[in-house]
């Protein structure tokens, strides 16, 4: 690699980078070297701590915010038949755990400020074979939970909580998934707290818990790690058709030092985005996402919207950055569009549509500088005044 080159790549500024050190290297590490690397005790450590952190009776780890997500439904006894009011302004991942059992995915818009859905987009999609809604924390944007589990209650729906980036997101003083009949976490990459890869479904109800523990590991009626662990042979049975979605003791290792980092990431993400608020103010045609007046966001994804006013479009304007070393990402992708539900008929999702066109993902991670900030709002701001 020239020097030219090297002195670009290691300029260039990510839309997201993990905060990842040597306390998650030695961790890991000390549980390779204790033998013990599937599920197994610090899974178990993990579970109890995820819990407690976003208030929650029961944490059951899995292997992604997908797994988390199928086994939401399953466990809320959702199957064939029944239909699953969705955002379509999602990752697909939402819509495909529908699928997974059987059901199908019914299509709901959100409102413009928040990208969430909201009673009112909800009950359009509504229909008598409607028995769950998955209900997404945008980008760590919480929902009006209130308003909407009781639109929930009032119709004998269940409510899965996609709340795979909201993790450090606080919802009217609480922690995103306190009083959630089941909820969904991913720790992706991308997300706050990582794993790697892996996710988590958290619940109050104590049945449910060991009913998903069940499933993620092949259905049995007792797990592999509690087998090792006795002092005579267990004979296991299988209760039901279930699933390898285990996490590893490895993962489980990085994911408690990543929670002890947690607030601390929140925090920083905040003043990022306080910051990017400031700067940004007063760019005729952009509207940067900000807190909903009953919770706090995390800020897993700082994203703006750009409206007709805008000098450039969304996909000229990605470019621009892309050519000044910056990477940044398109908004949040509208499912229903995808190839893969061309299938499903769709009313029409005007601000779904308007968001996932006219929205971009702008840079934010742990240790950005304001000088990093600054070259990515001057672009926004040239675009403006050229």
């Known amino acids: ?109 959100v409102e413009p400020a928040t990208g969430n859905l909201t009673p009112a987009t909800i009950e359009a999609a509504l229909t008598s074979q409607t028995r769950a809604v998955i209900l997404v924390h945008q980008g760590g944007v919480p929902a009006d939970l209130d308003a909407i589990r009781a639109l929930c209650e009032e119709h004998g729906l269940a409510l899965l909580e996609d709340a795979a980036c909201a993790a450090g997101a606080r919802y009217r003083g609480q922690p995103v998934g306190v009083g ?100 940004l103010a007063g760019i005729p045609g952009l509207t940067a996402i900000s807190d909903p007046g009953y919770g706090e966001t995390n800020y897993q994804s700082f994203w703006v919207r750009l409206d007709d006013t805008f000098p450039v479009d969304r996909d000229e304007l990605l470019l621009r950055l892309s050519e000044a070393g910056i990477s940044a990402r398109r908004g949040i992708m509208a499912a229903h569009l995808e190839p893969a539900y061309a299938d499903v008929s769709t009313p029409s999702l005007p601000a779904t549509e308007a968001l996932s066109l006219d929205s971009l993902i702008l840079p934010v991670f742990h240790g950005m500088t304001e000088a990093q900030q600054d070259r990515v709002v001057a672009v926004l701001k040239a675009a403006v005044h050229g």
């Open 180 to 279: 959630a009949q089941v909820a969904a976490w991913s720790f992706h990459p991308r997300k706050l707290l990582t794993t790697g890869e892996g996710g988590m479904v958290t619940t109050d109800d104590a049945e449910r818990a060991a009913r998903i523990r069940r499933l993620r590991e092949h259905g049995m009626n007792v797990s592999a790690a509690d087998r090792h662990a006795s002092a005579k042979p267990v004979l296991e049975a299988y209760l039901e058709t279930g699933f390898n979605y285990r996490m590893t003791d490895i993962q489980a290792a990085v994911g408690l030092v990543q929670l002890r980092k947690l607030a601390a990431t929140v925090a920083e993400r905040r003043e990022l985005a306080s910051r990017y608020q400031r700067e």
């Open 1 to 109: 690699m020239s020097t030219t080159v090297a002195t670009e790549a290691a300029s260039r500024i990510p839309v997201m980078v993990p905060w990842l050190g040597e306390e998650e290297a030695a961790a890991a590490a000390e549980a390779v070297r204790s033998g013990w690397v599937a599920q197994g005790p610090r899974v178990a450590e993990f579970e109890r701590a995820f819990a407690a952190e976003v208030g929650a009776a029961h944490g059951v780890a899995v292997s992604s915010g997908t797994a988390a997500l199928h086994l939401g439904l399953v466990a809320l006894g959702i199957g064939a038949a029944d239909e699953v009011v969705v955002p379509s302004l999602s990752f697909i991942a939402t819509a495909n755990a529908a699928r997974y059992v059987g059901a199908t995915p019914v299509f709901a818009d």
